[in-house]
């Protein structure tokens, strides 16, 4: 079966403190893993996808299929980085549908 | 527009009504994407449209809901005989074409089933 776990519901952290955003996931192809963020009054927002290999906002994920695993990481956290983070996975249907994680509220403190 | 609109943004209604929950895709985008999120849980997908055929409507969770896209535009989102269970926010996304591209979300409806 398809599915996305996140660990956390919550990660409070300082200010310029690191961050890593936990995501495992379970599938037996080859996904498309993806980092969507939402902002508060904000709509659900693209923050990163693992086949850009980019660096969004200073955030970074990579996709390790050895331990089905796709964390998103920043070295040092901001204030406006606080938002509601999911991480969701698209299978080879190749139809776009998206498979959600729970979501991992993270809380910037100053 | 420029993006994903939904309406309407809030929704009370008694249980057993009916209700219609719209989405206008940012224009030209040929896939659409209905997702449902309860309180607390992350999205389930519900069913997805290519044009206006929906060849994935495995998330649909019983037979009182259904949706239509016509146009290859506005889509609804029908829930009869509503229940307590049906609350939450219902998303709509769209994207450019079917396949792993970026989609773009709607700022939901919130359905309350009282």
């Known amino acids: 079966a398809q599915r996305v776990t996140q660990p956390e519901k919550l990660l409070s952290v300082f200010k310029g403190a690191p961050v890593e955003l936990k995501c495992n996931y379970s599938?037996?192809?080859?996904?498309?893993l993806f980092w969507y963020v939402q902002y508060s009054r904000q709509r659900l927002q693209l923050l990163l996808r693992?086949?850009s290999r980019e660096s969004i906002k200073g955030f970074t994920a990579d996709l390790n299929k050895g331990e089905t695993s796709f964390h998103l990481k920043k070295p040092f956290a901001q204030e406006e980085d606080s938002a509601m983070y999911y991480c969701?996975?698209?299978?080879?249907?190749?139809?776009?549908?998206?498979?959600f994680g729970q979501g991992t509220t993270l809380q910037v403190k100053p | 527009g420029a993006g994903v609109s939904q309406s309407p943004s809030n929704k009370v209604t008694e249980k057993g009504k009916d209700v219609e929950l719209r989405c206008d895709p940012i224009?030209?985008?040929?896939?659409l994407y209905w997702y449902r999120q309860r309180l607390g849980q992350g999205l389930e997908f519900l069913i997805y449209?290519?044009?206006?055929?929906?060849?994935?409507k495995s998330g649909l969770p019983s037979d009182r809901f259904s949706a239509e896209r016509t146009g290859e535009s506005v889509s609804t989102l029908t829930i009869q005989r509503t229940q307590q269970e049906d609350s939450a926010v219902y998303l709509c996304?769209?994207?450019?074409?079917?396949?792993?591209?970026?989609?773009?979300f709607g700022q939901g409806t919130r359905l309350t089933v009282v």
């Open positions: 996304a769209s994207s450019l074409y079917t396949g792993n591209t970026e989609a773009f």
């Open positions: 599938y037996s192809g080859s996904p498309e």
């Open positions: 693992h086949i």
């Open positions: 969701a996975l698209s299978g080879s249907s190749n139809t776009g549908k998206l498979i």
């Open positions: 224009s030209g985008h040929t896939a």
């Open positions: 449209f290519q044009g206006n055929s929906a060849p994935d």
